[in-house]
T-cell receptor
Framework: DTAVSQTPKYLVTQMGNDKSIKCEQNLGHDTMYWYKQDSKKFLKIMFSYNNKELIINETVPNRFSPKSPDKAHLNLHINSLELGDSAVYFC????????????????FGPGTRLTVT | AQTVTQSQPEMSVQEAETVTLSCTYDTSESDYYLFWYKQPPSRQMILVIRQEAYKQQNATENRFSVNFQKAAKSFSLKISDSQLGDAAMYFCAYEIMEYGNKLVFGAGTILRVKS
């Protein structure tokens, strides 16, 4: 049983194209995230959604647009891809910590390696 | 701004030996969470251990333990009886306690285990 799944796992595309990465979680979590891991392995959060509502939006180019059709899905659409977008993109989910102060573990998907040529 | 620093880009340990990975962080908050994540070559992010800042007792998970020094803002990971399967990139992370639990990661430490 895959907890957090991402499709595709690998994506190779050319500059200027538009692409999407899909994420689904079957854990019943309310909160989902997108992280970017660059070529130096540095991980940084991009977005976070809670119950389909955008709650974290880091300094990310407007070409990146997350979409959450329901709380089990958080997709990432990228317009006009650039060479610098090449990275591994991780989706994650966790229970809703807004209901309390306890910190819930974030479960990560397997990552999508995006290569822009 | 909260930052997490891992000063050791790479570490090596002999199988069955003990190794300690360092992490320091900067925050003005009094209540927060700290984590160590492991990323093997498969690139899956795996939670190794978690520490709540308000708890003085150091967290332990089997062969993994932490040395949490709140005043020094230090959070090191000790791996005892190292195994070949421990070879991976290890990330220290701090959770920002605001609307939405955002993780801030350090740059990572590559751990190599020699047989």
């Amino acid at each position: 049983d895959t907890a957090v799944s991402q499709t595709p796992k690998y994506l190779v595309t050319q500059m200027g194209n538009d692409k999407s990465i899909k994420c689904e979680q079957n854990l019943g979590h309310d909160t989902m995230y997108w992280y970017k891991q660059d070529s130096k392995k540095f991980l940084k959060i991009m977005f976070s959604y809670n119950n389909k509502e955008l709650i974290i939006n880091e300094t990310v180019p407007n070409r990146f647009s997350p979409k959450s059709p329901d709380k089990a899905h958080l997709n990432l659409h990228i317009n006009s891809l650039e060479l610098g977008d090449s990275a591994v993109y991780f989706c994650a989910s966790s229970q809703n910590r807004l209901a309390g102060v306890f910190s819930y573990e974030q479960y990560f998907g397997p990552g999508t390696r995006l290569t822009v040529t | 701004a909260q930052t997490v620093t891992q000063s050791q880009p790479e570490m090596s340990v002999q199988e069955a030996e003990t190794v300690t990975l360092s992490c320091t962080y900067d925050t003005s908050e009094s209540d927060y969470y700290l984590f160590w994540y492991k990323q093997p070559p498969s690139r899956q992010m795996i939670l190794v251990i978690r520490q709540e800042a308000y708890k003085q007792q150091n967290a332990t998970e089997n062969r993994f333990s932490v040395n949490f020094q709140k005043a020094a803002k230090s959070f090191s990971l000790k791996i005892s009886d190292s195994q070949l399967g421990d070879a991976a990139m290890y990330f220290c992370a701090y959770e920002i306690m605001e609307y939405g639990n955002k993780l801030v990661f350090g740059a990572g430490t590559i751990l190599r285990v020699k047989s």
